[in-house]
């Protein structure tokens, strides 16, 4: 997730770009740039300082050239290539006149690099975006215009974008498309304005236009004009804006965590796009350990804290189920301190949103100094655990602002899940076939977040009625289990109130003492190899007097004899379930949180990245 923002025909467009992309900062900060554009010159100006990033390139920025009427500018969150300087936006082309900015992943970076390459042309990143600028350079050496060269470009790529393209050669134009990545034009007497949120050019746009899928947008200081992929003439749709600039940043939602829940669909899908290759192999970011290194694995560890944990529990099923693979789950904070055993062929994997995770990185040094190989899984390129990683895959789900995660969750286990099926290609313990099917059921999964999602009004109306009650036990068979845990707490860490999370198997060991009447049991039974069992649990609860929420698929029907509420969810594959019955779990806690008054993005006493042990 990256922020973008460009305008054309206005007096002071270094101070609108260097304005927006402060705040864009909430969509990446691992590096900042802009370039901007007059008749024959194009000039440049980056820097990668973290979350400084935007504060060193305006220094950077102090003695840039006057008289530019057109600009870009960027902010990162890397994918492809470290947050460094030489990765940060805009890249240019070959004739340092072409200069383009990129929110999104080209899927087909590699093959088209190698193309560029063969025919001349000289990359100076590792991102997949450069790919996009040389592109265009070939196109506008045939004579095309810069609108007719991005179309011509674009058709050639596959994957998610949101880009903006300026030739000195053609300096009074800006030309932007979009797919699946958001992008906003603005307009205002004599300048016209694109930006990837609204946040950006608030108080200088008068009105506003949406770009939908494939549509491409020249913009000039008079206006601008769209057109498909096909090159015939588009309306854009007029958006409507009466934010302020906080609502603004948070996409017109009432706080982050709603337009994190909402942003799960997007993470599933930038998660697993770009992971396999023509052939069928999966394929990863950075993956420093050979096939051959993989294929030898004996036993997988997984270490991890908090939601990460949970994720990685459900891995671990993956793992075991279709590598045939010994895998075992490790809380971070106790790993080094139980005098571990790591034998020959022992691949450890560390689960941590945000890579700086103190608990995960002391746990992947110890593994690493008995002789593990290890393999990071986290949302920022370039962290701590990364660097210290044998191998990463990087989950894509865009900077993550509330401290209680949920788009980060979804988007690890695809993320590890992904993994447990390349461990069982190389492995070969299932047939391609069937790794085929479940790399497509697994890119439907975001879709069927998406209809979980599209279900909040059911799951609001249960919340409300329960509002008053103070004690839930979370219930889940197999995966059900750390999806239950999961559950639970999303609703301590939101909403302060008491619940625990179990195997529904447990029960009958201890928990059922504490069940009575004004107990919530909240059920996650959507397995159908398991149902009969998780009915038999329920049965248990109710005739105790608890009150029963049960997440359950569209097709389920016996439950309704046992439960007291529904939380209706599609169903999937049973490995992928965790994704989709999450969803209504997290509304749930985020409703009972906003009806007593807590501050969803903000809990109390917790933190959004533990530093200290």
């Known amino acids: 997730m990256c922020g973008i923002i460009g305008v054309v025909g206005s007096s002071d467009t270094l101070a609108t770009l260097l304005e927006g992309l402060a705040r864009l900062e909430y969509r990446g900060y691992d590096s900042a740039g802009v370039a901007l554009v007059r008749p024959g010159e194009t000039w440049r100006a980056r820097a990668a300082e973290g979350t400084e990033s935007v504060r060193a390139l305006r220094k950077e920025c102090e003695f840039a050239p006057t008289g530019f009427a057109s600009g870009i500018g960027h902010t990162r969150w890397a994918t492809h290539g470290a947050p460094v300087t030489m990765n940060a936006h805009p890249h240019l082309d070959c ?266 990185i002391q746990a992947i040094r110890e593994a690493r100094r008995r002789g593990a190989r290890v393999v990071a899984v986290s949302n920022i390129v370039d962290s701590s655990l990364a660097r210290e990683s044998d191998a990463v895959i990087y989950t894509r789900a865009g900077l993550e602002v509330s401290v209680a995660s949920t788009k980060a969750f979804v988007a690890q286990v695809a993320a590890l899940e992904l993994l447990a099926l390349r461990l069982a290609q190389l492995r070969e313990t299932i047939p391609a076939s069937d790794i085929d099917a479940l790399f497509q059921g697994l890119n439907a999964v975001a879709d069927q977040v998406t209809t979980a999602l599209e279900r909040r009004a059911s799951v609001e109306d249960v919340a409300k009625q329960l509002l008053g009650a103070r004690d839930f036990f979370f219930l889940g068979r197999h995966v059900g289990f750390p999806t239950a845990l999961e559950g639970a707490l999303k609703l301590k860490e939101l909403s302060y109130l008491h619940a625990e999370g179990y195997p529904a198997g447990e029960l009958k060991h201890g928990p059922l003492a504490l069940i009575e009447p004004g107990v919530i049991v909240v059920a996650v039974a959507t397995d159908p190899a398991l149902h009969e069992k998780m009915l038999s649990n329920l049965a248990e609860v109710k005739a105790r007097g608890a009150t029963v929420v049960v997440v359950a698929t569209d097709d389920d029907e016996s439950i309704d004899a046992l439960a007291d509420y529904v939380l209706r969810v599609p169903a999937t594959e049973p490995l992928f379930t965790p994704m989709v019955d999450i969803v209504p779990l997290q509304l749930f806690a985020y409703t009972m949180a906003r009806g007593l008054g807590r501050n969803v993005d903000r809990p109390r006493n917790l933190a959004k990245t533990v530093t200290v042990e």
Do not use: C
Not at 172 to 179: G, T, Y
């Open 95 to 360: 004739s340092g006149h072409v200069a383009i900015i990129h929110n999104g992943i080209i899927e087909n970076h590699t093959e088209l690099q190698e193309q560029l390459e063969s025919r001349g042309h000289v990359f100076t990143s590792r991102t997949d975006s450069e790919v996009l600028a040389h592109l265009i350079e070939e196109s506008r050496a045939k004579g095309l215009d810069l609108t007719e060269s991005v179309r011509q470009s674009l058709l050639v790529v596959r994957g998610a974008f949101a880009v903006a393209a300026m030739d000195a050669n053609e300096a009074d134009v800006i030309v932007a498309a979009r797919r699946v990545s958001p992008l906003i034009i603005g307009t205002a007497p004599g300048v016209t304005y694109l930006a990837s949120d609204v946040p950006a050019i608030l108080d200088r746009a008068t009105s506003f236009y949406a770009v939908n899928d494939d549509e491409i947008v020249r913009l000039a200081p008079e206006g601008f004009r769209a057109i498909d992929l096909d090159g015939a003439p588009v309306r854009l749709h007029q958006l409507t804006i009466d934010w302020d600039l906080e609502t603004a940043q948070k996409a017109g939602h009432d706080d982050f965590m709603t337009k994190e829940i909402n942003e799960q669909p997007d993470a599933i899908r930038s998660t697993l796009l770009d992971r396999r290759r023509r052939d069928g192999t999966i394929t990863f970011d950075e993956l420093r350990i050979s096939d051959e290194e993989l294929r030898d694995v004996q036993r997988v560890v997984i270490v991890a804290a908090g939601t990460s944990n949970h994720a990685a529990q459900i891995a671990k099923y993956a793992i075991e189920r279709w590598a045939r693979l010994s895998a075992e789950v490790d809380i971070s904070s106790e790993y080094r301190y139980r005098d571990p055993v790591v034998e020959i062929g022992t691949l450890v994997i560390g689960v941590s949103q945000s890579g700086e995770t103190i608990d995960t």
